[in-house]
């Protein structure tokens, strides 16, 4: 109890602390100075900051719910398969187990790349345009290295789902006609949802303060248009060496953190009860 007191209620109270002051490195002869709310007055009025909130919410939102699709739809191709499927549930998973600095390096340098990746390789090969989704649609370029990444995570937690649904009443249903649309619909799903309601909990608790395909894909640019609140913290304190600013803008992450967890979990709570 006391090492989990040191290491995660005494950072959190030094960077709350810090919050209500400022600091800036560049002038250490300046002393700490209390100076209350300013420092979240000044995070919400920032443009830039404003924007990183709203990526934020756009890019956890978005990733959680394409995630869970991709998923489920692996999960059920991996748990039909009666051949080779260790070896496809294996090549499916490695992308989850890429460090999050590599996985952008690899998008952005030998798929997404205008020039030589291979995306514009498949693109011209049919006859289309090239496309440069890095400048023009930097957006759905972090999510695209984000669901690639996060989609074998949701079809790890989806499989081990299905392959808890019973056989006995698959095996009733079939003898009373229900077709593989209806099985799925009234037997396997209304299983999952408990695995469901896990796995997006979880994907929004981890993907909400995500920094590495920002950070290396795309560090925040062009202009602000791919920074998030991690990425905008990050640049205030190495680049402005704004201590209470930045401190402040870390315990408004963390604030939506708990508020996304704590949403999720009250609304899946009945769900996962009942199930």
Known sequence: MTYLIVTTQIPLVATLYLSLHSWNLLYP???????????????????????AIGNTVLFT????????????????????????????????????????????????????????????FALTSIGLAPVDLIT?????AVMLMIVWQWSPFMMLILLAGL???????????KIDGANPWNQFLHITLPHLVPYLCVGMLIEAILILPVFGPIYVGTYGGPGNQTTNLMF?????????????????????TAVMTTIVSLALLAYVRPYMERH
Not at 136 to 140: E, G, L, S, V
Not at 163 to 173: G, K, L, N
């Open 136 to 140: 023009n649609a930097p957006k759905f």
């Open 61 to 120: 939102v978005s990733v959680a719910i394409a995630t869970t699709l991709i998923g489920l739809g692996l999960a059920l191709l991996v748990n039909r398969l009666t051949f080779g499927r260790g070896l496809a549930y294996s090549l499916l998973f490695a992308p989850f187990l890429i460090m999050e600095t590599v996985s952008p390096i690899i998008w952005k340098n030998m798929i997404l790349n205008p020039i030589y990746g291979l995306l514009n």
């Open 29 to 51: 002869a300046r002393p700490l100075r209390f100076v209350g709310w300013a420092n979240y007055t000044f995070v919400f009025s920032d443009p830039v900051f404003r924007m």
């Open 163 to 173: 392959q808890s649904v019973s056989q006995e009443t698959i095996e009733a249903a």
């Open 232 to 252: 905008a913290v990050y640049r205030m304190l190495t680049e402005q060496y704004e201590i209470g600013r930045a401190a402040a803008g870390g315990i408004i």
